[in-house]
C-alpha cells in the first residue's frame, strides 16, 4: 500500500499546483454563519444537505460541480486508493450482471450512463458489448453536469480508440432533467457512485424513468450502509478520518474528499433507497438491491413496466 | 416442537404469491423455448420478447437462468394439488394406500420435466452451482413435504424428517434417471421408481438406507455434471 501510494503522488504531481488553486473555503458553505451574505431574500427556498452542511437548493449543483472540478484529473486516482482497489470490482460486477449488447436476433442497446465522470462506466459497457456479445453497434451517452469530468473521460476516450467508432459520446447534462435525451429513448441507464450527489433524488429517478424504453432497466452502483454494526463502526471511522487524510495526500485537497465522506454517510439505507425508485414507477429487481463487500456499496435495479406512460 | 417445524402452504395459508404477473409473464413464455434453447440466456431474452420486453428487461430476473430453473420447480409444485387424483385408481371399496399415493405423485411430477427432458440436465447443473444449492435443497424439501401431505401423511413425529429426506432420496435420483431414459414413455423410470420405493419400503427407513440413495445420486450426478463439464462444487 504504501509502495502504491508513493507510486500514485508521483503520478498526479504536476496537476497538484492547479488544485491548490482552488479556494478551500469555497468548498464549504455554512449556511448559519453566512446568513444572508448573498443579499437575496431566500428564507423560503427549500434547503438541502452539502454534506453535512445544509445549504440552499440552487447553491448545490455549482457546489457539488466545484468538487468534482478539483477532483478531476486526480479523480481516478483516489478512487482507487478510497477503495483499495475494490470499486474496480464492483464496477466489473456491475457491468457484467447488466450483461449489456446485443442479443441473436435482438437490437444493439441505447445506454446512457448518468453521472459518468471519466468514463469508467461507459468504457465497460463498451468493452463488454464487444467481448462477451460480439457486439460493436450498442452505443453509450456518457453524461455529467461537469465538463471538467468529461474532457478527462474524452481523453481517455481518444487514448483508447473509442471515439473514432463513434460509439461513446459525451454530454453535459444535469441527472435532474436529462434535458437533451428523449422520451422512451433508452435501453440501460446506469447512473456510478453518482446519485449520492444529486440534490433531488426523486427529480433524477423521475427523469430516469421518462428517457427510459419500457422494459428498459434503471441500475445504480453507490456507497451504502455497512452492516453488521462491528464492521459498520470500522468502516465509520475509516472514511471519516483515512478518506480525507488520503484525500489531503494523494490529492491536496482535504475538504472534497471530505464531503465525499459526509454524503456517503448521508445517503439513504438500502432499503429506503429502493422504495423511492419504487415510487418512482420502477418494479424492482427482487428484494430491490444487492449488497457487496458487506453493504460499502450496493447495486439496486428497477424495470420500467411496459404499462406506463 | 417438531409440528411448529413442519411446513405445508395448508397450515402456513400462502404468503405473498411467489411471482409477480410480469415475472411469470416472462418466465412461462420462457419456458416454451427450453426445448429448442436449453436453460440459457437467450431462452430468457426470448421469453422476454414474445411477452413485449426487452432484452435488456432480463435483469429482472437477479439470479438469471436459474430463475427459469426455479420457476419450473415452484410452479409445478404448486399445481401438483390440482393435478393429481387418486380416485382414478380406486374404486368403491377399495382405498389407495399411503405409499401407493406416494407413486402416484412422484410420477405426476416427473411428468411435469417430460417436456423439458432433453434439457433437464441443464437445470441440474445450475441446481448444482454453490450459489443455488440452498435454493435447490430447500425447493426439494418442499416438494417432498406437498407429496407426504397429499398423499394423506401428516403425521408430526420424529419420522418426519426421515420420511422427508428418504423421498428427497428417492424423487431426485429417478428425476435424475429420467434424464438418461430413452425408452417409450419412460417406462425404464417408471420401474427404476417402484424398485426405489420399494427398496425404502423392504429396509424401512433407516439411515444407512437414505444414505445409500444419496451416495447413488451423487455419484450418478457428478457423472452427468462430467460429462457435461459442469464443475461440481
Ligand atoms: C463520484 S463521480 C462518479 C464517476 C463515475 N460514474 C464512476 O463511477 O467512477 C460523481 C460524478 O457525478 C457528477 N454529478 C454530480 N451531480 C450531478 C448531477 N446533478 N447530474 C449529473 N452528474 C452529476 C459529478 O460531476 C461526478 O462526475
Known sequence: ????????????????????????????????????????????????????????????????????????????????????????????????????GRKSGGSPMAILDVAGGTGDIAFRMLDHADKINGDRETTVICADINADMLKEGEKRAQQQGYISTNRISFRVENAETLDSIPDNSVDLYTISFGIRNVTRIPMALKAAHRVLKPGGVFACLEFSKVSPAPLDAIYQQYSFSIIPLMGQLIAGDRDSYQYLVESIKKFPTQQEFAVMIKEAGFMNVGKGYEELTFGVASIWKGVKPLDSK | MISTLRYHSYQHPSPAPPFTPTESSILSAALRHVPSHGFSTTTLSLGARDVGYLDISTNLFPRGVFDLVNYHLVTERLRLSQKVDFSKFEDGTKRLSTPAKIRVLCAERLRANSPLINRWQEALGLMSLAGNIPASV????????????????????????????????????????????????????????????DDVKSLGSSVSNISSYLDFTAHAFSNVLRSKSVPFF
Not at chain 1, 440552499?56 to 486526480?74: C, T
Open chain 1, 1 to 100: 500500500m504504501a509502495f502504491r501510494l508513493a507510486r500514485n503522488r508521483a503520478l498526479i504531481a504536476p496537476a497538484k499546483s492547479a488544485l491548490g488553486a482552488i479556494p478551500r473555503t469555497a468548498l464549504f458553505y455554512s449556511t448559519s454563519s453566512k446568513p444572508a451574505s448573498s443579499g437575496q431574500p431566500q428564507a423560503s427556498e427549500a434547503e438541502t444537505h452539502f454534506g453535512f452542511q445544509t445549504v440552499k437548493e440552487s447553491l448545490k449543483a455549482g457546489k457539488v460541480a466545484e468538487v468534482f472540478s478539483s477532483v478531476a484529473s486526480s479523480y481516478d486516482v483516489m478512487n482507487d486508493a478510497m477503495s483499495f482497489g475494490i470499486h474496480r470490482l464492483w464496477k466489473d460486477h456491475f457491468v457484467r450482471s447488466l450483461n449489456p
Open chain 2, 138 to 197: 430447500s425447493e426439494l424439501a418442499k416438494l417432498s413435504d406437498e407429496m407426504w401431505f397429499l398423499a394423506g401423511d401428516d403425521s408430526h413425529d420424529m419420522n418426519w424428517y426421515t420420511k422427508r429426506a428418504t423421498l428427497s432420496g428417492v424423487y431426485a435420483s429417478t428425476e435424475l434417471f429420467m434424464t438418461q431414459d430413452t425408452s417409450p414413455d419412460f417406462e425404464e423410470t417408471w420401474k427404476f421408481l417402484d424398485r426405489r420405493l
